[in-house]
């Protein structure tokens, strides 16, 4: 079945870095659009950026300028690079494949924890 498998969360101090990365098996993954999404406690789950198989992107206000969202489509991984993290990063990320050519698809990972403290 498609799995998409998300990597690289865990703690960090404020103003420090981490990289996400998302394989994803069993889609074409040329096809799809790839986005990470972020839910904090007790909120929805909002868009933080998004990359098109040809390399646009698209960020969240909140993070433009400190993440950079990347894919290797040679490896069928997208990747979230974070920088100058802060607290209210903390949340579940979360690995989209979106298809927006009929049959219109979502896959979803199972999330990673991110929590910026110190």
């Known amino acids: 079945q498609v799995q998409l498998v998300e990597s690289g969360g865990g703690l960090v101090q404020p103003g420090g870095s981490l990289r996400l990365s998302c394989k994803t098996s069993?889609?074409?993954?040329?096809?799809?659009?790839m986005a990470w999404y972020r839910q904090a406690p007790g909120k929805q789950r909002d868009l933080v950026a998004s990359?098109?198989?040809?390399?646009?992107?698209n960020y969240a206000d909140s993070v433009k300028g400190r993440f950079t969202i990347s894919r290797d489509n040679a490896k069928n991984t997208v990747y979230l690079q974070m920088n100058s993290l802060k607290p209210e990063d903390t949340a579940v990320y979360y690995c989209?494949?979106?298809?927006?050519?009929?049959?219109?698809?979502?896959?979803w990972g199972q999330g990673t924890q991110v929590t910026v403290s110190s």
């Open positions: 990359i098109t198989f040809d390399g646009s992107t």
């Open positions: 989209n494949a979106h298809r927006s050519q009929i049959p219109m698809t979502d896959y």
């Open positions: 069993r889609i074409t993954f040329t096809l799809y659009t």
